[in-house]
């Protein structure tokens, strides 16, 4: 069920004719009320961040990723205090997250149109695992990777597979994402203490992040 749509049906059952109002008044009230101010460590966002750009770095090969047009594209979630950072492959009809648990990056390649991953499952029939591509075509190197995020929510089927966790997997589509980014995402005033940052920022030049905004 797309992820929209799933919200309006919760909220229709429970009586309420605003999404936003059902989410305020009956899932997410206690959150709400226990919302407090949270400074960021800029020493912890530093560390987490350059963390994630080494293990990128070492698992992807740039030349691969230009050999078949592809680019990487990231976004910063800051959850509680908490900074991660996402990384996402992204070309034509491919958005398709980064993770460390088997697969070949090194070698992945674009045969007609599909992404190919092999992986290190030696026993297997086949190593090459062949993702497809999204039939839409959109080239999601084209638009920000929120922008990206919320359009697939918006258009393809997102499920619920739990312990807050929301994911997509399409042809060429295949990402994680929490069920409450999802909601800040389709409603920006929800979860004040969850930040957003599109893009991969160099927080060694700025001085503060509070739950509202990057200061500069």
Known sequence: ?????????????AGY?????YIEDVDYVKEIKNEKEKLISKRDLIDSISRS???LFKLIDADVLDKN??????YIHINNGTPYSESFIVGQGIFFSVYDDGYA???LRIENKDLIIPTYDYEA??????????PGLRDYREHSCLENILYLIKHKDVEDVGVN???CNAPGISFYISQAEVIKLLNPNMYRDIVLIDGDMDFAYSKT????????
Do not use: C, W
């Open 165 to 167: 966790l929301m994911s």
């Open 209 to 216: 992040v509070t739950k509202d905004a990057l200061m500069e």
């Open 69 to 74: 047009n592809l680019q990487i594209q990231q």
């Open 1 to 13: 069920m797309v992820a929209g749509k799933m919200f309006e049906n919760d909220a229709r059952k």
């Open 53 to 55: 750009r080494v293990k």
């Open 125 to 134: 029939d086949d190593p090459n695992k062949n993702y497809g591509h999204d």
């Open 17 to 21: 004719q605003s999404v936003n109002e």
């Open 105 to 107: 990056f090194d070698e």
